[in-house]
């Protein structure tokens, strides 16, 4: 499978409800139900991506995992996806990228207006759409500067922008490595070939700012990481937004959502998601557990 991030690159929306203040709401229970918060007042960003009613099994047992997933995410927005292991979140960011592993029996997803699951992985690559990997693959023989340069030329052959030779990306690089606090020899190994946990997301990092991505999707980054990396790739992450871009954030974990503040906080079980939120349910959820936000 190519990855759909920088490996995937390789080969106008309705804009967002608005109310005077935040506002949630949860219908009720099988595939009705969803979770979503509306913008503050004067919101005025374009509807990123729409995942209506989204189910989805795995190819090889035909085993359900998704049950009816709802979510919209707006240009601007920052959502992070929590919930138990197994409970969805990893199928949801792999079923929108087009994992091949798995498989979409019901619903939809809108991608800046386009039907996403009607492209293939790389085009939804080219199309702006990357995910980070929990765990990063290896690709012995190739360096990391030729394959982030034609990653990023296909990407900017998409948006019918020039290409860069080698000197030009290299002065485009430089940059976004002092940004991750990545030493410049990083270009010269082969990707992810015997990087340490830390430096695969970093890497992963890297990927999408030379991608310059306009949906980010990020699968537990914060895994595996010292206190100083996650600094660093919460800098980085943080320095990346814009306001026509989304991110969404999978992690079980409070510290990583102190360094990126989500502007929506979602809870998945079972394969939908069931209660919608801002940080403060993420302190309820370190108080008490997820047995505070299930449902029967």
């Known amino acids: 499978m190519q990855h759909s991030g920088a490996l995937g690159a390789t080969r106008r929306a ?12 949860v219908c009720g229970p099988a595939r009705s139900r969803c979770a979503r918060v509306v913008a503050a007042a004067g ?6 991506l729409e995942v209506k009613d989204l189910t ?49 029996t019901g619903g939809s997803a809108m991608y800046k207006g386009k039907d996403l699951f009607a492209l293939e992985p790389e085009e939804r690559s080219h199309a702006g759409l990357f995910m980070s990997f929990q765990s990063p ?8 500067v030729d394959f982030l340069r034609m990653a990023c030329n296909a990407r900017r052959k998409t948006l019918k922008q020039p290409e860069l030779d080698p000197l030009e990306f290299y002065a485009f690089i430089i940059p ?4 991750l606090n990545m030493d410049p020899t990083f270009l010269n190994r082969n990707v992810n070939e015997g990087f340490s946990g830390g430096e695969k ?26 206190i100083d990396a996650l600094r660093d790739v919460a800098k980085a992450v943080n320095a990346l937004k814009r306001p026509d871009s989304g991110v969404m954030m999978v992690t079980h974990y409070k510290r990583l959502l102190d360094y990126i503040q989500p502007d929506f906080v979602h809870i998945m079980q079972m394969g939908e998601i069931i209660k919608t939120g801002d940080m403060s349910l993420v302190d309820a959820l370190e108080l008490d557990g997820y047995a505070s936000v299930q449902t029967v």
């Open 14 to 25: 309705a804009p967002c409800s608005s109310s005077p203040a935040h506002a949630s709401r």
């Open 43 to 48: 919101a005025t960003g374009k509807v990123m």
């Open 56 to 104: 989805a099994k795995i190819v090889s047992t035909g085993q359900q995992i998704l049950n009816g997933v709802n979510l919209v995410v707006c240009e601007g927005e920052v959502h992070a996806i929590m919930g138990k292991n197994g409970s969805g979140k990893s199928t949801l960011s792999k079923v929108l990228v087009g994992h091949p592993d798995y498989e979409v």
């Open 137 to 144: 693959i290896e690709i012995p023989g190739v360096s990391n």
């Open 176 to 179: 976004k490595l002092e940004l």
């Open 201 to 226: 997301k970093r890497n992963e990092i890297l990927q999408l700012a030379v991608l310059e991505a306009d949906m980010a999707i990020l699968d537990e980054i914060d895994s595996g990481l010292d």
